[in-house]
C-alpha cells in the first residue's frame, strides 16, 4: 500500500463535567483515593490516553451501524482504525495516529493555583456510595472516593490521518462522525452517573507535507 497524504487534526477537548480514566492502584499510598486517574509520569498532570480516545470513537462508530464485535462494523470502519490479523480477518492498516492529549498550559496554571482548592494536584476526589436497592439505603463499606479533572479544564488534540492509494474524503467524514457522537456521549468512566461529557472545539486540519 502506497502512502499518498498525511493530514494533522488539531483542536481542544474541553471537559463539561468531571472526567474519570483510571489507573493502576500500585502506587497509591495507603489512605489514598480508592479509584486514581491516569496521569504522566514526568510531571504528575493528568492527560488522556490517545488508546483510551481511539477505542471510544472505534466503540462508539461500531454502535453506531450495531456491530457487535470488532471488525464486524464494516469496510470503513476496519479502514479507519485498522483490524489485527486472525484466523477470518486479514490485518488492515489503521489511518488514525492519536497522539496522547495533554493538559493545556493555561488548564495546568489554573488547577495549580495555590487559590484553587483542589483535593490533589490538578484533581478533584468525589465521593460516592453503593445503595442497596431492596432497602433503599447506602451499603455498609460501600463509601468510596473516586478521583477527577474537573470540569473546565481543557487537553490538547492531534490527531494524524493517513491516506493510502485508493483512500477518499469518507475517511475524514467517518472520523467526524465518530466526533460528533463522542460529544453526546462520555469518555472515559462512569459516564451514565455524569462523568466524561466533553466538548471538541478549535479544530483545524492542515495537510503535512512528506514528499
Same mark, same amino acid.
Given at each position: ?7 494533522? !487534526?488539531?483542536?481542544?477537548? +474541553?471537559?463539561?463535567? %468531571? @472526567? ?7 502506587? &497509591?499510598?495507603? %489512605?489514598? &483515593? ?5 496521569r504522566r509520569k514526568d510531571n504528575k498532570r493528568p492527560y =488522556? ?7 471510544? @470513537? ?13 471488525? +464486524? *462494523? ?5 479502514? !479507519? ?28 496554571? =489554573? !488547577? ?18 453503593? =445503595?442497596?436497592?431492596? =432497602? ?5 463499606? *460501600?463509601?468510596?472516593?473516586? +478521583?477527577? &479533572? ?31 457522537? !463522542? ?7 462512569? *459516564? ?20
Open positions: 500500500m502506497k502512502l499518498v497524504k498525511k493530514e494533522k !487534526l488539531t483542536g481542544i477537548i +474541553e471537559l463539561i463535567s %468531571g @472526567l474519570h480514566i483510571g489507573d493502576s492502584k500500585e502506587s &497509591v499510598e495507603i %489512605g489514598g &483515593v480508592d479509584s486514581p486517574i491516569v =488522556i490516553p490517545g488508546s483510551s480516545l481511539k477505542g471510544k @470513537l472505534r466503540c462508539l462508530l461500531e454502535q453506531s451501524v450495531g456491530a457487535s464485535d470488532v471488525g +464486524e *462494523g464494516g469496510e470503513m470502519i476496519n479502514k !479507519l482504525f485498522g483490524i489485527t490479523e486472525n484466523k477470518i480477518r486479514n490485518a488492515q492498516l489503521s489511518r488514525l495516529i492519536i497522539r496522547d492529549s495533554d493538559l493545556t498550559q493555561e488548564s495546568a496554571d =489554573i !488547577l495549580n493555583d495555590s487559590n484553587l482548592e483542589t483535593d490533589m494536584p490538578f484533581t478533584e476526589i468525589k465521593w460516592e456510595n453503593t =445503595i442497596d436497592r431492596v =432497602i433503599g439505603a447506602a451499603k455498609k463499606g *460501600g463509601l468510596r472516593n473516586i +478521583e477527577r &479533572v474537573p470540569a473546565g479544564a481543557k487537553f490538547s488534540l492531534e490527531i494524524i490521518l493517513n491516506y493510502y492509494e485508493g483512500d477518499g474524503q469518507e475517511i475524514r467524514q467517518l472520523l467526524d462522525k465518530a466526533i460528533y457522537i !463522542l460529544e453526546n456521549d462520555y469518555l472515559g468512566g462512569s *459516564g451514565t452517573r455524569g462523568y466524561g461529557h466533553i466538548k471538541f472545539s478549535n479544530i483545524k486540519m492542515e495537510p503535512i507535507q512528506f514528499k
